[in-house]
């Protein structure tokens, strides 16, 4: 799968940290994520970016050229994935503890130093999590990850799975022994590999924590894996039915489990129902969004619904009047 490695002259010997990049058509973005990890005030580190067989290759190399003996440089023969290159980065990686840096995110200068101490301060603690600052193509840009998401604490299997707790990759330092013993990422997976495993660690006893400070930033765009919302809830799912089965749940975290899968599936009807309305295929979108309600139950989309039944095309109108309609379903 590897087709080559370089490792460059400047790389540290015996890093305590593992800075793993995965890349895959980030070729516009890699010289900023790299720049913000040699910006680190914290020196004790290796840089290791991963090819993902990616198909804007040519570009990548020349966008890293630059800063090639700076790093370690694997080139995948064929596309793994998210998962499967970051499990290629954790092979490889000699750091104690590892970061996961998206090849189109960066770091803040103090992410290193900050993450670094709470892992050393406390033995016991295996993942710790950052809060990333929101960027890119996207109404939420401004916003930070935790605004948007549940951060209960402490983190748990059970707050996992009914998505209380919410970690962000780009966010995360974790230890290297921890991820390798709970078995690394599921290469299977393209959406939601991350959680699959932070949810594993939890079930091995693994601690882990919040860092409430904005040191990350999340870029948002059209090609990232995460701006097609269906694919992602689709990817979520898939895992849920993976945990379900390995996890051997009892009563309480089954019927937990079972309503993730049944918001999942709302979600993704939404989205659809979404599409549909703004491609003209109104009755498509009326028995999406009913099918999204029956789990909502949103006097909001009860309206969209009875609108779609009886005057689809002045709905139509209104939605393109004030483009606010739509995106507020997502509220519901």
């Known amino acids: 799968?590897?087709?080559?490695?370089?490792?460059?002259?400047?790389?540290?010997?015996?890093?305590l940290v593992?800075?793993?990049?995965?890349?895959?058509?980030?070729?516009?973005?890699?010289?900023?994520?790299?720049?913000?990890?040699?910006?680190?005030?914290?020196?004790?580190y290796e840089t290791i970016v991963i090819n993902d067989a990616s198909p804007d290759t040519p570009e990548?190399?020349?966008?890293?050229?630059?800063?090639i003996e700076r790093v370690v440089y694997i080139k995948h023969a064929?596309?793994?994935?998210?998962?499967?290159?970051?499990?290629?980065?954790?092979?490889?990686?000699?750091?104690e503890y590892v970061g996961f840096l998206d090849g189109d995110d960066a770091w803040e200068p103090e992410f290193l130093d900050v993450q670094t101490e709470a892992l050393m301060l406390d033995p016991a603690l295996d993942i710790v999590c950052a809060d990333a600052l929101l960027f890119g193509d996207s109404p939420l840009a401004g916003k930070t990850f935790f605004e948007r998401v549940p951060t209960?604490?402490?983190?748990?299997?059970?707050?996992?799975?009914g998505v209380e707790s919410v970690l962000v990759t780009s966010g995360i330092l974790a230890r290297k022994s921890a991820l390798v013993k709970a078995g690394a990422f599921d290469p299977q997976f393209y959406h939601s590999e991350d959680f699959d495993l932070w949810v594993r660690v939890a079930r091995r006893g693994g601690r882990i924590k919040y860092t409430r400070r904005q040191l990350a930033r999340h870029r948002i765009h059209r090609v990232s894996l995460a701006y097609d919302s269906t694919r992602l809830f689709e990817g979520q799912a898939n895992v849920y039915r993976k945990l379900k089965v390995i996890l051997n749940p009892d009563e309480r975290l089954s019927r937990?489990?079972?309503?993730?899968?049944?918001?999942?599936a709302a979600t993704v009807a939404l989205e659809r129902?979404?599409?549909?309305?703004?491609s003209g295929d109104y009755q498509t979108a009326a028995a999406e969004i009913e099918r999204a309600n029956?789990?909502?139950?949103?006097?909001?989309?009860?309206?969209?619904?009875a609108g779609l039944r009886l005057a689809p095309r002045l709905l139509h109108v209104l939605y393109r009047a004030r483009q606010r309609l739509m995106p507020r379903f997502a509220d519901a």
């Open 294 to 305: 029956a789990f909502y139950r949103s006097r909001k989309l009860s309206c969209v619904l």
């Open 256 to 264: 937990l489990i079972d309503a993730q899968l049944e918001r999942c």
């Open 1 to 15: 799968m590897i087709t080559s490695v370089h490792k460059g002259a400047l790389v540290k010997a015996d890093p």
């Open 152 to 161: 209960r604490e402490p983190v748990t299997l059970e707050s996992l799975l």
């Open 18 to 44: 593992s800075v793993i990049i995965p890349a895959y058509n980030v070729a516009p973005y890699i010289q900023e994520a790299l720049a913000s990890v040699f910006a680190q005030t914290f020196g004790d």
């Open 78 to 95: 064929k596309n793994g994935g998210p998962g499967g290159a970051r499990n290629t980065g954790l092979n490889h990686a000699r750091g």
């Open 60 to 67: 990548l190399e020349r966008a890293i050229e630059p800063c």
């Open 273 to 278: 129902g979404k599409r549909a309305f703004a």
